[in-house]
């Protein structure tokens, strides 16, 4: 008998336990609300306007990602109740452009990847994250992009702040904004309009005016040789003298800067190793934010930590003038960059840095660390002084983010309804089974499961194996009791395993 003839008997539009991967999962988009998530939920989430960190720890599967995308969504749904209370949420689950960043400004001679990601740091992240913030930012502020939740008036309360913060916001962007990064001019002259920081073109001035009093020199004294007999006066010799002087102070002066802010850029660059940032772009952009607008900015140094938490904050301040009181960091999908590929030492390089109760503590900040299970296990061998640093106590731990088997009933059950045809009466998933598989029944093989994808899986195959076993002109529509079992028995070995390490799916 063919799937879709036992889903359609049931009058049921998709199967609903064919997904495996929540972002991908329409159904799951469909039903994100409290009914679908894990118990704890809430104390992941915490109060969007007060933002706290957690660290949860769970399975492949566990539904780690369903509880980023929930969060995400209900931070949406408080900004548009509070529009001057906002969050703002960066998305911090795709590492891959972080580690090339990083390995093309680390990586000597042959190094594995184990070395190159040991010399990963707390720093590292923190740049990442600014700039993920800031390009998104900027996007919005230059762009009508409807996924940005930006006021309306944004730019005109860009435009209306101090001058201070103006200039701070057009040094971060000089810093951080990272949207094509071939065009960068093109977007920094777009950001400095906007932010109406003009001021006197100090550096083309001297350069051009350099310039035309070198000619004017050059071409007065090949004048004086070729058509002038005798010495000039004492007049003439001044003012050739002095515009040689303009010319070359002009000049110097153009020449000197430049080099002083190459070599800013060059440290600047050096120090942030997940950003791709040249120095000739810091140079530019530099260069026409003026002097008195750098002053006192704390720009990022190597294995300064300070610098990140004060741009951080200044950031924080001008995104409360936009509306946003705070923001969340959701971190996820720690083992999936192709450098990291599972391996959880490799996973512990990036991840232990950021167990740092200063940085998980601070002020309108919560960073929310969804983090696969392995690194629990490699948690447990850490010492005191680690414990001591990370203060995991203060950090809404969760130890293994587990499903009992009544709320993964409960779980499978709405996504069956979920994808009932308009009109027809519900059912619930012992609908599906023989009168003598009980509610308690299927409650107990899902137990067994512990988690929504394995879940997911065992029903699946339970309806597959039912529906190869029945010819399809003579069709049994409820699934036997010995074929529940058989499958089950399959499918908690194959949990078993994968807790052991012994299969990887």
């Known amino acids: 008998m063919q799937v879709d003839a036992f889903w359609k008997h049931w009058k049921v539009s998709e199967d609903p336990f064919v997904a495996e991967e929540a972002r991908d999962d329409p159904i799951y988009m469909r039903l994100m609300d409290a009914n679908t998530a894990h118990p704890e939920f809430q104390k992941v989430f915490g109060q969007p306007d007060k933002p706290a960190a957690a660290v949860v720890f769970g399975e492949k599967g566990s539904g780690k990602t369903a509880l980023r995308l929930l969060c995400e969504k209900h931070i949406q749904a408080f900004n548009e109740k509070h529009p001057n209370e906002r969050v703002w949420v960066v998305r911090y689950d795709d590492l891959n452009p972080v580690l090339d960043n990083f390995t093309h400004s680390t990586r000597r001679y ?31 502020l230059l762009t009508d992009r409807d996924d940005i939740q930006l006021p309306d008036d944004a730019v005109e309360r860009i435009r209306k702040m101090p001058r201070n913060r103006r200039a701070d916001l057009a040094v971060i962007t000089a810093l951080y904004d990272q949207h094509h990064t071939g065009q960068f001019s093109t977007r920094w002259k777009a950001v400095r309009k906007m932010l109406h920081l003009s001021k006197f073109p100090i550096l083309p001035f001297a350069k051009w005016t350099g310039l035309v009093l070198a000619a004017i020199t050059v071409l ?28 070359v102070a002009g000049l110097g002066y153009w ?14 660059g050096a120090a942030m190793r997940t950003v791709h940032r040249t120095a000739g772009q810091v140079r530019q952009a530099f260069a026409e934010i003026g002097r008195r607008d750098l002053e006192g900015v ?9 610098s990140r938490y004060q741009l951080t904050g200044r950031l924080l301040d001008i995104l409360r003038d936009l509306g946003y009181q705070g923001m969340i960091v959701l971190v996820d999908r720690m083992d999936e960059p192709s450098m990291i590929n599972s391996d959880a030492e490799k996973m512990k390089s990036l991840v232990w840095p950021m167990l740092n109760n200063k940085f998980l503590q601070q002020d309108r900040v919560g960073v929310k660390l969804l983090l696969p299970i392995e690194l629990r296990h490699l948690l447990r061998r850490e010492d005191a002084d680690f414990f001591q640093r990370a203060r995991l106590d203060k950090q809404h731990m969760i130890d293994r983010l587990t499903w009992s088997g009544a709320t993964l009933f409960d779980l499978c059950t709405r996504r069956l309804q979920a994808c009932r045809i308009d009109g027809v009466e519900s059912v619930t998933l012992t609908d599906l ?17 512990q988690q929504p994808r394995d879940a997911f899986k065992f029903i699946y195959q339970t309806i597959q194996e039912h529906c190869s076993n029945v010819p399809q002109d003579q069709p049994i529509w409820k699934i036997p009791k010995l074929t529940l079992n058989q499958v089950r028995k399959q499918q908690s070995q194959r949990v078993q395993e994968l807790q052991r390490g012994l299969t990887p799916a």
Do not use: C
């Open 433 to 449: 089974f023989d009168d003598d598989v009980s509610t308690t029944d299927l409650i107990d093989a899902l137990d067994q499961m």
């Open 255 to 268: 020449a000197w800067t430049n080099l002083r802010l190459w070599m800013a850029g060059r440290r600047i």
């Open 220 to 247: 007065a004294l090949l004048y004086i040789k070729l058509f002038v007999k005798g010495a000039p006066d004492l007049t003439t010799k001044g003012l050739i003298g002095l515009a040689g002087f303009g010319g």
């Open 298 to 306: 704390p720009f990022p140094e190597v294995d300064d930590h300070d």
């Open 110 to 140: 042959n190094q594995s990847d184990d070395k190159v990601l040991k010399k990963f740091k707390l720093i590292d992240h923190q740049d990442a994250i600014l700039s993920l913030l800031v390009t998104r930012l900027i996007d919005g």
